[in-house]
């Protein structure tokens, strides 16, 4: 992530929930066929590293650098990828990566352009580190993209206050339509855009994305974040929760999660 803005999600429980339920299959899906045995990857913004996990399978005896500007992450990091003997990790600012020039085959970021404070030049420092003919890989959600059904009183308030919040931090929730034109903006010219989706119907589903969500308003640093900077009271965040738990309850409860994603030929 960047030391130049505030990672507006932190690390509550109700978030890491989330992270470490994506993996290479669910969340990395349009980088697979780029991948290499005895390849060099660095995954920035790792978080929890379950999806480090599935790089460093994939290209082993490769290696894959974990790293991720909080240092307390890569603890977490560490365990979920401990039964493998290829992965390092570091603390990275991915404005200003400690990496010789050409050092990796293949960069990837996933949801993290969405929270740094200029995405144009993380990308280009990405490019930066890769060698030529290598990739730069980035997936990010776009908030204003996403869609859901039924719309329960206090759901439809989740989004302006998380707007709200994250831009007030410097990031921009609609990365994933942005990612274009931010890749353009860094000198790529070989671009191959995508898109694809989280969704979540089933009552397990609904209750575990429900909490991930609507707990992160009641109890994490989003949730902080929203009432130290004047976008909402904590009763507006218990009322958001509650429209949560409601459409989580609904048994035709439907959330599609859109993401753009792009591959960058350096």
């Known amino acids: 992530m960047s030391s130049e803005a505030t990672y507006t999600h932190g690390h509550h429980e ?6 470490t339920w994506r993996t290479v299959e ?11 045995p ?17 790089l460093a399978e994939r290209v082993a005896p490769g290696r894959v650098v974990a790293a991720d500007s909080a ?20 603390v990275a600012d991915v404005h200003d990566l400690d990496y010789a020039d050409g050092t990796f085959d293949v960069v990837h970021a996933h949801q993290v352009l969405q929270h740094v404070a200029d995405p144009v030049r993380a990308l280009r ?43 007030g931090n410097g990031g921009e929730p609609d990365a994933g339509r942005r990612l274009v034109s931010w890749a353009r903006a860094a000198g790529f010219t070989d671009i191959a855009a995508s898109a ?10 609904r209750e575990w994305w429900s909490e991930s969500w609507g707990g992160r308003l009641l109890r994490s640093s989003v949730a ?16 958001v929760y509650d429209g949560w738990k409601a459409w989580a309850a609904a048994d035709d409860g439907w959330f599609a999660v859109t993401h753009g994603e792009i591959i960058c030929r350096v």
């Open 14 to 19: 109700n978030v890491l929930s989330s992270h």
């Open 125 to 167: 420092e990405m490019r930066r580190v890769t060698r030529p003919g290598g990739i730069v890989a980035a997936r990010d959600a776009d908030f204003g993209a996403m869609a859901w059904h039924p719309d329960p009183p206090g759901m439809d308030a989740w989004l302006p206050v998380y707007y709200a919040v994250a831009r």
């Open 38 to 54: 005895g390849a060099r990857v660095l995954d920035v913004g790792c978080g929890p590293g379950t999806i480090t996990a599935g």
């Open 196 to 205: 694809s989706a989280w969704c979540y119907s089933t009552p397990d589903e």
């Open 71 to 90: 240092a307390t992450v890569l603890d977490e990091a560490r365990k979920n990828t401990a039964a493998l003997d290829n992965v390092d990790f570091a």
């Open 26 to 36: 669910n969340s990395a899906a349009y980088l697979v066929e780029h991948l290499r």
């Open 224 to 239: 902080d974040h929203a009432v130290n900077g004047g976008h909402a009271t904590r009763d507006d965040l218990r009322r």
